[in-house]
């Protein structure tokens, strides 16, 4: 191993417990991409990692030539759950919570929150934040246990949790705003604009929205669907429902 390598390994030991894990080349890219603070990168395989973001991110090639450190395939193997094609793996400082919070709570706000009521799966909050991200949302809010700081969530967000805000909240706690709460039995989306400052609600995967979060909604809104078909998956009614509100309006500031 190079002494980069090994100074990597002290550095990576010292804040594995306390950063957030970025698992893979392209959540690398994007934290970058979006500010975020990266002590340690490591990959089994600099001149490939290099040589890759040549090809597909050049605005963060300098960056990660600074940053990456080579260390032998197996010990980068060792610092993941499941080593990624691009074997790079990196740590990321978590954005404070009270920043978040603040981000959350400011208004007017310019693009909607979402919030996940009681989610399962870490796959779907991860698809979610990446919605969010790309559309530009002002965060992604969940209730109850699931962590979506989780590492399965940030693979699966490819990183952009640095895009957008990303917290826990209980529903008291829920940001100002109306919320419109997505459920099959609501009046058709299609008829309605979504203003900019809304909270977008959608829920659980297994029993749909709680009493609780059902109690603060002001609207509740259905994605056209045909009858016989129960519901649509948790990341895909989030996408369709961000694009309605892009789509009529909304996202001035996207392509
Ligand atoms: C997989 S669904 C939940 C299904 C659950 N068994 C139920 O009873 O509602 C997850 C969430 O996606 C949203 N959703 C799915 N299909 C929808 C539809 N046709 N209209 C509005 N929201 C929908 C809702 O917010 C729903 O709570």
Redesign the pocket.
Known sequence: MTGTGTDALHVWRRHADACVLLDGFHALKHALRFGAEVPVAVTGDRAAALALAGELAPDVRDALDGLLAEVPQETYASLVPRPHPTAVAALAVRPSRAAGLRKLAHTPRSAPVVVL?NPRNLGNAGAVIRLAAGFGATGVVTTGTLDPWHPTVVRGGAGLHYATTVERLSVEELPPGPVF????E?ED?RGVKLPDDALL?????????SRELRARADHL?????RPQ??????AT??AM?LYHWSATGGATHLR
Do not use: H, I, K
């Open positions: 009521d709460a997505l459920d099959p609501g989306l609600a959608f829920g659980s995967e297994r029993s749909g929205l809104l259905a994605l056209p669907m078909v129960s519901s649509y998956n948790l009614s989030v429902t």
